[in-house]
């Protein structure tokens, strides 16, 4: 039976995140009234319950994917309707991207890798376009990988999970965050880096959807096979 918050009547649990439960919703007051939404539904004592030294991290994670959610309204990156606090439960409120992500996509549609360069190329647009927005307000990813592209039920693309993208205006280009199988070697290595970091993880994700490699350190490294596909010169100079 569906629970009633202030403005939304929880439908289903959908996942399970980092922090905490993403469930379905429908809008039920106000804006976007009769909107199925995505919730990330978080647990604020969870947090508090783990390692002291890490809380700040946890919090200020939260805090900036709310700001960047916020602050940037464009089609190809997931917006924030509303935060709604409730007891010792935060709940972000966003567009129900319904098709999932780009790896359970790959999982159950193309185990044996995507072997169609228009959509991989369209995928990449969608994704360089958000990348330009983001760039545009002086804000850089830092964790683009497969399982933060996200699909609506429109076919249209868009960039999530923005818990530790950094300012370039405020620095944030020195520390060691992201997925190390898409991370670029400046990170790994600690050393300064930019915007460019995104465009290194997006052309790794670019390969392994054309093998479908989950992995980059238990597998081998994935290449354009020519063998298998006839990739354009544009393709391969990306």
């Known amino acids: 039976i569906p629970k009633p918050y202030e403005i939304l009547w929880k439908i289903r649990i959908t996942d399970k995140g980092s922090y905490g439960l993403i469930f379905e919703g429908l809008i039920i007051k106000y804006s976007h009234l009769g909107e199925h939404v995505a919730v990330k539904s978080i647990n604020l004592d969870n947090i508090e319950d783990r390692k002291l030294s890490y809380l700040g991290v946890r919090i200020n994670y939260i805090k900036n994917e709310i700001t960047v959610m916020t602050k940037m309204i464009h089609p190809n990156l ?7 606090t409730k007891g010792n439960t935060l709940n972000i409120v966003m567009p129900l991207m319904s098709y999932g992500d780009l790896s359970i996509i790959m999982s159950f549609k193309y185990s044996h890798g995507l072997h169609d360069e228009v959509a991989i190329s369209t995928i990449f647009k ?17 964790d683009i990988k497969a399982s933060n592209i996200f699909f609506a039920s429109d076919g ?5 999970d923005y818990g530790i993208s950094a300012s370039i205006k405020k620095g944030g280009n020195d520390s060691y965050v992201g997925s190390l199988c898409w991370m670029v070697p400046e990170v790994a290595m600690g050393m300064s880096f930019d915007y460019k970091v995104d465009i290194w993880s997006l052309g790794i994700i670019g390969l392994c959807t054309f093998e479908f490699t989950k992995s980059l350190i238990d597998g081998p490294i994935p290449t354009l096979d020519d063998k298998v596909f006839n990739w354009s010169q544009e393709f391969k100079d990306f």
């Open 78 to 84: 997931i917006r924030c309707y509303i935060a709604i």
């Open 126 to 142: 969608s994704c360089l376009i958000a990348l330009d927005c983001m760039n545009s307000h002086k804000f850089f990813h830092r």
């Open 156 to 160: 249209s693309c868009r960039l999530g």
